[in-house]
């Protein structure tokens, strides 16, 4: 008799990782160690292993539960979010080649892109990937590579992930998502017909602000090839401590996102009624403009908005000060809940021309709802705007 796969909770717990064969602790342990023993010159001792630029045995545990829950083929883990971009841009953009990028993404992405790769001869366009009429209208000869990032940071917009993938397909060109703000618990790029996805572990995979660090879900053993090459050429590594920490993290993901996203949009309906207010940006909200596109390729709304508040910046940054529980801090997907002013911090690198062109305005303000009780993070909402 087959049997059914087991759920995303039970693998998000068990993918991946097994008893330690040496002592049988649960946890996979930190395998803290430069190098392993060969038996010859030619035959190590364990499997695969021989320094740990290359891979280690606490990372490898996590790529393989990151593997099983986006449905991928291969992960490979790295330092930070951005050295996993980093890596990606390595592995296959040359000189004089084009990328295609979202234009609203966050910030690192877009000041990696413009003031690191364009030294390179490496040539981008910031496209608005919510339409993939207008990938299709920035496809050039030269194109090899759309990233994508939805929803966005900081604005929440949407890309059609299937739409882009099938103008990605017909023209060759690989296509990635940053998926760092649903997680695989409710957006799955790869069964969308995206070719790679990328992560931020340091977000909700990791949930505690303990840590961070990167990751590529690749769908072919070939780019599994070609990014590990990358990895361990550039020693982008992710620590082992780091990846026991994110293991642990993963554990708990789906709980904390459905507890973190109803508490998003409790907030998101608080926020939409307070004359304060003049908008909010929340995919679970009926209001929000590509909320049709959010019910259909994600199986929740995640626990990242955003609102303008009446008086720009000064009131943004007058919240901000005024605000108690929430904490300002860079940083999202953790169970504390943080506010974030993107103009000011995440964004910051963003030339002002390019932020208003894409909506960032002034008074933007960020939330990462955490795992606090709903009503408590409401009342610090409404006493901070109510002054
Ligand atoms: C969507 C997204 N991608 C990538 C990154 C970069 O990740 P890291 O800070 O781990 O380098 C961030 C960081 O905020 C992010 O929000």
């Known amino acids: 008799?087959?049997?059914?796969?087991?759920?995303?909770?039970?693998?998000?717990?068990?993918?991946?990782?097994?008893?330690?064969?040496?002592?049988?602790?649960?946890?996979?342990?930190?395998?803290?160690?430069?190098?392993?023993?060969?038996?010859?010159?030619?035959?190590?001792?364990?499997?695969?292993?021989?320094?740990?630029?290359?891979?280690?045995?606490?990372?490898?545990?996590?790529?393989?539960?990151?593997?099983?829950?986006?449905?991928?083929?291969?992960?490979?883990?790295?330092?930070?979010?951005?050295?996993?971009?980093?890596?990606?841009?390595?592995?296959?953009?040359?000189?004089?080649?084009?990328?295609?990028?979202?234009?609203?993404?966050?910030?690192?992405?877009?000041?990696?892109?413009?003031?690191?790769?364009?030294?390179?001869?490496?040539?981008?366009?910031?496209?608005?990937?919510?339409?993939?009429?207008?990938?299709?209208?920035?496809?050039?000869?030269?194109?090899?590579?759309?990233?994508?990032?939805?929803?966005?940071?900081?604005?929440?917009?949407?890309?059609?992930?299937?739409?882009?993938?099938?103008?990605?397909?017909?023209?060759?060109?690989?296509?990635?998502?940053?998926?760092?703000?649903?997680?695989?618990?409710?957006?799955?790029?790869?069964?969308?017909g995206a070719d790679l996805v990328i992560h931020s572990t340091t977000k909700y995979f990791d949930g505690h602000n303990a840590t961070v660090g990167g990751a590529i879900v690749v769908s072919s053993e070939e780019q599994a090839k070609s990014i590990r090459f990358i990895m361990n050429a550039g020693g982008m590594i992710m620590s082992p401590q780091v990846a026991f920490l994110t293991l642990q993290g993963c554990k708990t993901l789906s709980v904390r996102m459905e507890r973190q996203a109803a508490n998003a949009l409790a907030i998101a309906k608080f926020l939409e009624g307070h004359p304060q207010v003049t908008w909010v940006a929340y995919p679970g909200l009926p209001s929000f403009p590509q909320h049709e596109l959010a019910r259909r390729q994600a199986s929740g709304f995640g626990a990242m908005l955003s609102f303008e508040v009446k008086g720009g910046v000064a009131a943004g940054k007058a919240l901000m000060d005024r605000i108690r529980l929430w904490t300002l801090a860079e940083n999202l997907g953790s169970v504390e809940s943080l506010i974030t002013h993107p103009v000011t911090m995440t964004h910051a690198d963003v030339e002002p021309a390019e932020r208003q062109r894409i909506g960032l305005t002034d008074g933007l303000v960020r939330l990462s709802v955490g795992l606090e009780d709903a009503d408590d993070l409401i009342a610090a909402l409404r006493d901070a705007l109510d002054g």
């Open 1 to 192: 008799m087959a049997t059914k796969k087991p759920g995303f909770t039970t693998r998000q717990v068990h993918a991946g990782v097994v008893p330690d064969p040496v002592t049988g602790a649960i946890l996979t342990p930190i395998y803290q160690t430069t190098t392993y023993v060969q038996e010859s010159v030619d035959r190590y001792l364990a499997k695969g292993y021989s320094y740990s630029r290359s891979a280690n045995p606490t990372v490898r545990a996590l790529e393989n539960k990151l593997t099983d829950l986006e449905g991928g083929t291969d992960t490979i883990c790295f330092g930070t979010g951005m050295a996993a971009i980093n890596g990606l841009y390595l592995a296959y953009l040359n000189a004089g080649d084009h990328a295609i990028v979202s234009d609203v993404v966050y910030g690192g992405t877009y000041r990696l892109s413009t003031k690191v790769y364009s030294r390179f001869g490496v040539e981008f366009s910031f496209v608005d990937t919510s339409d993939a009429a207008n990938v299709r209208k920035a496809v050039r000869r030269n194109t090899k590579l759309i990233l994508t990032e939805t929803p966005a940071n900081p604005t929440l917009k949407l890309t059609d992930l299937r739409a882009v993938s099938d103008v990605a397909r017909e023209h060759g060109i690989l296509h990635a998502v940053d998926n760092t703000f649903l997680t695989p618990y409710y957006q799955r790029p790869l069964e969308l």
